[in-house]
């Protein structure tokens, strides 16, 4: 079962609400979640598996899910002393983030100051979503279950749909929900009587700072394995058998290597396809040979996909995509033979490592090291990505020195029926994309890469029933690696080259030396193609045509019977189709 919870909650001075009681019966009586924890001004409806931890003795102070200590050899979770609760509590909670890491929530309350302050971690593990009754606030990390409890009634917005589908991969507090937001990870919500506000808790911006940049190569790589390795056993350590997604690329194959140096018990699963830039059972096998584990190979298969269907309908915004039902449903019954009590992955590599095909690491090198350094990074970037040398330290000049340091969200707005809405929205969507006056461009662009992994994190249909955790994106790997310059990782032309030294050991050669990756796109456009009516039906007579989002002759256009596609506009397609099954999903519920 999912790790659920519903905080029903009350600032101090608002006890009264009439409303408070009524909520507290409804959720309790129909979401079948047990109250774990009351006081008078929070009731904690949560699953029996979810860890809490009380903090201070009458206040409901608390903290929900994983917590682990820094540095402190400490496998899985603990009671925190009567001296560690003070220290969170009296300071706000910034020991939580300096002192600990995890999968968390916490809900610190503030009798004197008459405020409830919800903190999530920074990775942005644990699901954290908020709506106001009143002056009563719930958080959960499942909307749904408060259509199911009937204390509320769901309605799209859809604004923030087209703005979604301008910006697929940026997360902000604006779900596709009214009145509905997310606290992001690594900030905190803060409610009183009179309002409610997000407050930046942790940034990834002291990390990234030019004083906080490593100079030494030696050290960021030790820096780097010490943190993954950490981090994966202590995730692990919770757990009796793991299945990890092993794709043979880089990313998970480091994972699986820190896994068995935890001395964790896991097995691997491979996805392939039928055409073979999809099919890596080649490095799968040779990384589960060289761990020592068993392997099991899955067919991705497009006949066990319904388009129509929405794997994750109680998420707030559509995330969810339906290439990933077929493989879904291999995991579960994976789970289910082995008896596995969670999902791992190495998902979020890509961006924590700083895979990037941008000339902005030659960019920092030049403001950081100055012509030479520039140069030379400028050699290795030429040899990643298979330009000119020229091409890249003139483009690294112009990142330098012609342009602010920010990085700039690109905006999707194909199908889209009312560009201009799409357009005005140029505010900066997400505190963490305002850099800093000094700020390196890319660390910006590193930066931004991570928060766009985020709408990753979930969306899955295995999440409904075992933890999926992705060590990677865990607090200490995401700061280690900030800490390492954007030309570090292409050091040799070589991409992620800080992760590859730092495993080189571990790794066999062929995974190792890949320069290539695998990709899921020919399934998808078998998918695509298998289901092209369906499509086409679904969108142009959906409610997303119906609520202008979406312009119905662009997809009738795009979708001619019997002709292939000639470019990338197949994976648009079935994004769209996948967000028409996400709001017909939610706009049923509302009915019912």
Known sequence: MPRDYIAVICPPGDESDPRHLDLIGNIGAHTGLPAR????????????????????????????????????????????????????????????????????VAILIDENRGAVRILRDPSGSLACLSLKIGNVSLVTSNIGLLVGSGVWTPEIDWEAVGIHLSRPQLRTQRTCLQDVIEVPAGFGLRLDCEQSRLEEWWTPWIYAARSEQLDDEVTAIRLVREAILDSVATSAAEFDHIILGLSGGLDSSIVASALAHSGAKFSCATLYTRQSVGDERTYARAMAKSVGTTLYECLEAAERVDITACAAPHLPRPVARSFAQSGDQEFRRLAKETGADAFFGGGGGDNVFCYSHSASPVADRLLMNGLIGGLRTAKDVALLTQSSFWTAISMGVKRAYCRTPEYRWPIDASFLKDRDTVWRHDEIPH??????????????????????????????????????????????????????????????????????????????????????????????????????????DLLCGGLLAEHQVIDPAAVEEATPPDQGMTNMRWNRLLMLADVEAWARSWSNRAQA
Request: aromatic share 10%; with cysteine; glycine share 10%.
């Open 431 to 536: 505190p963490w994309l305002e850099a800093p006056r000094d700020a390196l461009p890319g660390k910006a662009l590193h930066i931004a890469w991570i928060l766009g992994f985020q709408n990753h994190l979930e969306g899955f249909g295995r999440e409904r029933i075992l933890p999926k955790i992705s060590p990677l994106m865990s607090q200490p790997v995401l700061e280690q690696c900030l800490r390492v310059p954007s030309w570090m990782w292409c050091f040799g032309g070589r991409n992620r080259a800080i992760a590859r030294a730092a495993f080189s050991d571990d790794l066999p050669d062929i995974i190792l030396n890949r320069r290539t990756k695998g990709s899921p796109d020919g399934f998808a456009i078998e998918l695509f193609e298998r289901n092209r009516e369906q499509i086409r």
């Open 37 to 104: 924890m009351s006081s008078k001004h929070v009731t904690v409806f949560a699953s029996s598996d979810l860890p809490i931890q009380s903090l201070g003795s009458t206040s409901g102070s608390c903290i929900l899910g994983t917590l682990f200590k820094r540095d402190s050899g400490n496998r899985g979770t603990w009671s925190l002393s009567p001296v560690e609760q003070n220290a969170i509590l009296s300071g706000a909670g910034r020991a939580l983030v300096a002192e600990y890491w995890g999968r968390y």
